[in-house]
């Protein structure tokens, strides 16, 4: 799996976008880019992935860059309950077996 | 549909005890994952199963050993708890379907080994 780098952590106003940035400039041409938060000390969630179009679904909207090299992920109007860990991950999507790494993640914090 | 389930919640363990964490998933998924977190750190994968009936080592397997029971059930034993092993221990299993490959975690399992 290629590797992703992330801040560590944001602030965000409650209400206002989040935008929640990701490198990952060794991506490869099968590997999707996924997203997944963890709520303190639950196990982690799924957000969206996506592979070069841009996606929305009911949680979030996500952007790659037309090289692919990076992504952020829009939370469009964040809630204090979007206060979490956001992990960024690159991973090929066919096949049963997925060897996942997920990183430290960015830490959101959404501020009242 | 429970999802992953993930037994006991909680557990403490003197150094050299024994336990197995228990993990069972409803959802048919062929894959099944253990992984710990640390505090402030990401998760590491400690064992996975790809299928029924096979098993690997993922980034930190020392100390651990794992069973694949059934489609269902995938089990974490620790033979000799040691400090080190305090952490939180997801399960999660993984569905794929076409370009979709989403992993379902479990509640966790925080052990404290003193």
């Known amino acids: 799996d290629a590797k992703t780098t992330q801040p560590t952590s944001m602030d965000c106003a409650e209400g206002r976008a989040a935008n929640l940035p990701c490198n990952h400039s060794t991506i490869s041409g099968n590997e999707y880019v996924y997203w997944y938060r963890q709520i303190h000390s639950q196990g982690p969630q799924y957000i969206i992935h996506g592979l070069k179009n841009n996606e929305t679904n009911e949680m979030a909207s996500l952007i790659i860059t037309e090289d692919r090299k990076s992504s952020t992920l829009i939370l469009p109007h964040a809630t204090l309950r979007d206060t979490a860990v956001y992990y960024c991950i690159v991973r090929v999507a066919s096949g049963g077996y997925q060897k996942v790494t997920f990183g430290t993640g960015t830490k959101l914090q959404v501020i009242p | 549909n429970a999802g992953v389930t993930q037994t006991p919640k909680f557990q403490v363990l003197k150094t050299g005890q024994s336990m197995t964490l228990q993990c069972a998933q409803d959802m048919n998924h062929n894959s099944m994952y253990w992984y710990r977190q640390d505090p402030g750190m990401g998760l590491r994968l400690i064992y996975y199963s790809a299928s029924e009936g096979t098993t690997d080592k993922g980034e930190v397997p020392n100390g651990y050993n794992v069973s694949r029971l059934n489609k269902r059930e995938f089990s974490l034993r620790l033979e000799s708890a040691a400090p080190s092993q305090t952490s939180v221990y997801f399960c999660?299993?993984?569905?794929?379907?076409?370009?979709?490959?989403?992993?379902?975690f479990g509640p966790g399992t925080r052990l404290t080994v003193l």
């Open positions: 999660a299993s993984t569905i794929t379907s076409g370009t979709y490959n989403e992993q379902f």
